[in-house]
């Protein structure tokens, strides 16, 4: 059952739900610089983190699940925000250069569904970053946040799934070290810094970035980890051509 587009909005308007966004949200820009000329797809509950990209696109859709609701994004302009079936989405093949999916695996029905979507949607040059809850952070247990709820993802098992879905993982990181006490949230930054050092498996949520794999034949699974980059943003692969700036 996923958590209800009010109770979500409600966390994103507080203090730790401030937090949380602005630690990811400099993940993202970080990773793909100005999104100009590009077109962008939030996914699941994204819009929080979508936005300050958005402002740069070409063009920003947010898609959320059916079973989770749907409000008008961005708030004063004209609505680009859907409610969609996310593993049957109303987009044509091969249509958004970046995909931002957050909160759209942990309670979804079939993951893999989801990011067999999310390939789909992608151009041959697109890139998704997935950001899920990490099975062993504090925020894994946190009930009183969303990312409390569903199933939380192992790096490895985040691998396994963009794999399945015919992408490639091209890097990863963490983020949201602070613990999910309202008091923490004005020490956000300080925890964010010295977590990515100190104890960095205690991190609240795993991103993935992930892009489609040159061939288009489905390939064996190859035990090649993606690599890390903790503290910083993620970054391509040695050799993968960067879109994001």
């Known amino acids: 059952m996923r958590r209800d587009v009010l109770d979500l909005r409600e966390f994103y308007a507080g203090a730790l739900g401030g937090a949380a966004r602005e630690m990811v949200t400099r993940k993202v820009e970080e990773a793909w610089g100005s999104l100009a000329d590009l077109d962008l797809l939030a996914l699941g509950y994204a819009t929080p983190f979508a936005e300050p990209l958005a402002a740069g696109a070409r ?3 947010a898609a959320m699940p059916a079973a989770q609701g749907v ?3 961005p708030l004063g302009q004209s ?5 969609v079936d996310e593993t049957a989405l109303p987009f044509p093949n091969a249509f958004f250069d970046r995909v931002l999916a957050v909160h759209a695996l942990e309670e979804a029905e079939s ?5 067999s979507e999310i390939a789909r949607v992608m151009a041959p040059s697109g890139r998704v970053i997935v950001v899920a ?5 504090l925020w894994a247990n946190a009930e009183s946040s969303p990312f409390g709820h ?4 192992s790096r490895r098992q985040l691998e396994a799934l963009v794999r399945e879905a015919e992408l490639e993982p091209a890097g990863w990181t963490r983020a949201l070290y602070a613990p999910p006490l309202g008091w923490a949230a004005r020490w956000a930054e300080g925890f964010e810094q010295a977590g990515a050092w100190l104890w960095p498996p205690l991190a609240g949520l795993i991103l993935m970035e992930a892009k489609k794999q040159a061939l288009a034949v489905r390939t064996a699974p190859r035990r090649r980890r993606a ?3 903790a503290p910083g943003a993620l970054r391509p692969v040695v050799g993968a051509r ?3 700036g």
């Open 71 to 73: 409000e008008a994004w």
């Open 242 to 244: 960067s879109l994001g």
């Open 111 to 115: 993951p893999v569904s989801v990011m």
């Open 133 to 137: 809850v990490a099975r062993h952070g």
């Open 227 to 229: 690599r890390v980059f």
């Open 59 to 61: 063009r920003a859709v």
């Open 79 to 83: 609505n680009a925000a859907a409610l």
């Open 150 to 153: 569903g199933r939380p993802f």
